[in-house]
């Protein structure tokens, strides 16, 4: 089933794995890499530059939130259009035949086959890596707090969306409404809670499969992808978050959680 | 971290992966199996043979309830003692110390490495497979339905116990409460909802961490070792379950449930 160079696909990289911060940071969108596996989906090159492929300037922003906090970083390595790793292999949308206005000729139609395939190739490999790396920090006594870092278009279906930082949860609001309210508090950015979209719209799968099953809290973080067009507008973002997650959690009083069950 | 014969642990193995019907089948604590890569904990055959170390009885009813219903099954292949697969690697009983009346002197005292190899070489494989299981049922339009099957002791702590039929749920009680129902009027045992235990004393980790996060409807069944004596009884329960878990569906209109989200 599997190809010759399936076994070297970049699924997923783990970073800064001996932070020792109270965090871990997991960015499913990082990537636009097509490997020759898949091919291009029959996307042009300005296509697969576009948001549909990925979260333009996420990845910098997870590293340098990764470094500020002492925190590992769980990335992936291949665009959203292969497999969408926020998503179940179930869902129209893990292998979108269309994003946004965009038509991805190479989803249209997949068979079951290829689904499972993508499935075995990106999605398991990916979760099993996040899996491995939130056990080894309940092993090692620690209830990691999961910080999913997204980005998300300016405009969509040609609306304009005005709001700058979204702050999403899975079924636990502690952790995100605290960090709501630090993030008023403490940037300049229009915040919202659940917005541009939320847990009923299907994008928190990562933090209910990860994160809900141990009790961990959790936040998802979206940021207006306008905000972070360049690296010194991405460490401007950094730096105003990282301080923002810290006194969210010392806000919930769990800063020094301890695991036991 | 894993010695020479690691890779040939029989963490799990997944029988009648060809099985086409609603249901798939987990066991757990099917196996009171020590592999030489941990050894035999300081217990004596006596007691690596009894209750604490795996569910008696509980691979032959998942064995045959997987063949009536056409179902894949998941089990387990080593003792619950060197890993209890239903716990997360953060509780203290899922490397028990101390089960039941039983010192497990190859427990005591852990380390942080002895409890991360474990929790890699047996929980993490365990779960890969049961999670690849199924996925391969969403891609193929399929929301299996979850049962998790396993066996209780007669005489807990010197008390006896009436129940003989445990129905617990994880946080949807949909299809536990179906099952009691059919189970109730089809079958001659004393049925009870979440006893002898329930989700509150963290009995559901697979639940969670596998049925939940996908909305699969779920049930774990408890019975009661006695009735579980040999393959005589065994194929009895078996052979009245069965239809059980059949009606339930039906009663819940989702025996033709296809997989979208």
């Known amino acids: 089933m599997a190809g010759a160079d399936d076994k070297t696909l ?3 990289t783990t970073e800064n794995r001996e ?3 109270p965090f871990l940071i997991v960015c499913e ?3 636009n890499h097509f490997p020759p596996a898949f091919g291009t989906l029959g996307l042009d090159a300005e296509t697969r530059a576009a948001h549909i492929a990925w979260d333009p300037g996420a990845l910098g922003l997870a590293r340098r939130l990764a ?3 002492d925190a590992p970083l769980v990335a992936a390595g291949i665009s959203r259009l292969i497999y969408d790793l926020n998503r179940p292999p179930h869902a129209d949308s893990a292998m ?3 994003s946004e206005v965009f038509d991805v000729p190479g989803n249209a139609g997949l068979t079951r086959e290829a689904r499972q395939r993508r499935t075995e190739l990106v ?3 990916f979760h099993a890596a996040l899996h491995a790396e939130i056990t080894r920090h309940l092993t090692m006594g620690r209830l990691p707090v999961i910080v999913t870092i ?3 278009t ?7 969306r005005e709001v700058e930082l979204g702050i999403i949860h899975d079924a636990d609001p502690t952790f995100a409404k605290a960090v709501l309210a630090e993030a008023q508090a403490l940037t300049g950015l229009v915040c919202r809670l659940n917005e541009p979209y939320s847990a009923a719209d299907g994008v928190t799968h990562t933090l209910r499969l990860q994160a809900t099953p141990y009790g961990l809290h959790h936040v998802m973080l979206e940021l207006r992808n306008d905000l972070l067009a360049d690296d010194l507008a991405i460490a401007s973002i950094a730096d105003g978050l990282a301080p923002v997650l810290t006194a969210a959690l010392a806000r919930i009083g769990a800063n020094d959680r301890k695991a036991s069950a």
Chains 1, 2 share one sequence.
């Open 123 to 125: 999605y398991l490999p």
């Open 10 to 12: 970049p699924v997923v």
């Open 96 to 98: 979108a035949a269309k």
């Open 19 to 21: 932070g020792s911060g």
């Open 29 to 31: 969108h990082a990537s």
């Open 150 to 152: 997204h980005s998300f």
């Open 154 to 160: 300016p405009v969509y279906f040609g609306k304009k």
């Open 67 to 69: 470094k500020a906090l």
